[in-house]
């Protein structure tokens, strides 16, 4: 049996994240494999929202998608954090 092999990038472009195909060609549609991916991106990353994504299609098929996010969670830096009173 003759497997096909690709990966899917995803690239933090800070504000937004892209994910494209990385190497490798997917056999059929490459749209679902960029949306799992995304959302697997967003779900190990729950500090962050998003906002809207937009599907980059070359010749007809979606190639890469775009997504906009916004932090939505902030670490606790100030000096008072680790005191217990």
């Not at 994240?17 to 490459?30: D, I, N, T, W, Y």
């Not at 500090?47 to 996010?69: F, K, N, S």
């Amino acid at each position: 049996m003759n497997q096909v092999r690709f990966n899917i990038t995803t690239t933090d472009m800070g504000g937004w994240v892209r994910v494209c195909l990385g190497r490798g060609e997917p056999a059929g549609e490459l749209a679902p494999f960029l949306s799992h991916a995304l959302t697997a991106w967003f779900r190990d990353r729950p500090h962050l929202r998003l906002g809207v994504v937009v599907p980059i299609t070359r010749d007809g098929d979606t190639a890469e998608l775009h997504a906009w996010y916004e932090q939505i969670r902030f670490p606790d830096v100030s000096p008072m954090a680790g005191a217990h009173g």
